[in-house]
Antibody
């Protein structure tokens, strides 16, 4: 059974760096074809893909946010970490991590609501 | 890389069929058989409904089907039920390890 859970601060100040951790179980990021991604959703708005890390160390970032994002993985701890620099109130959103295989996010975490406010 | 284009809303009566379109470009939807569809109820995490354009995960009702023609993918829901009322999002691989989501479609069951 695959599970994922996001953790991190729920309130950050503008210009600060956000660090979110996705802790997962039920699969390994050593398995061929597996990746873990981050997706966010501002209140009342659409899903937005942020970043992906693959089993083979490949990584992908949203072109519009690439300069602010870093995704890393700790296979021994079954964790994926996303950092986003220079946070702004428009980055207020629910942030999800999700397991990806066969080209789709088939399991999602519950999400973590992050508010950016002075 | 622009968001895929979906209608903002669609509606249908119970028992009817509806189709939600998802239009991209030859760099994303049209280039890869990697369109997926997600259902999201209010305050819930998205749920995968269709992957690889037209495949249905185990446990998803066969009332949900996916298809694609050129740069446009479609999600069809037949025999509409009240519980189908939700937001639906498409997502496509866009090359170079990147993905793009659609703007979402709100389905109302009348």
């Amino acid at each position: 059974q695959i599970t994922l859970k996001e953790s991190g601060p729920t309130l950050v100040k503008p210009t600060q760096t956000l660090t979110l951790t996705c802790t997962f179980s039920g699969f390994s990021l050593r398995t061929s074809g597996v990746s873990v991604g981050w997706i966010r959703q501002p209140p009342g708005k659409a899903l937005e893909w942020l970043a992906l890390t693959y089993w083979d160390d490949d990584k992908g970032y949203s072109p519009s946010l690439k300069s602010r994002l870093t995704i890393t993985k700790d296979i021994s701890e079954n964790q994926v970490v996303l950092t986003m620099t220079n946070m702004d109130p428009v980055d207020t959103a629910t942030y999800y991590c999700a397991h990806r295989e066969n080209g789709a996010f088939d399991m999602w975490g519950q999400g973590i609501m992050v508010t950016v406010s002075p | 890389q622009s968001a895929l284009t979906q209608p903002a809303s669609v509606s249908g009566s119970p028992g009817q069929s509806i189709t939600i379109s998802c239009t991209g470009t030859s760099s994303d939807v049209g280039s890869y058989n990697l369109v997926s569809w997600y259902q999201q109820h209010p305050d819930k995490a998205p749920k995968l409904m269709i992957y690889e354009d037209s495949k249905r995960p185990s446990g998803v009702s066969n009332r949900f089907s996916g298809s694609k023609s050129g740069n446009t993918a479609s999600l069809t829901i037949s025999g509409l039920q009240a519980e189908d009322e939700a937001d639906y999002y498409c997502c496509s691989y866009a090359g170079s390890s990147t993905l793009v989501f659609g703007g979402g479609t709100k389905l109302t069951v009348l």
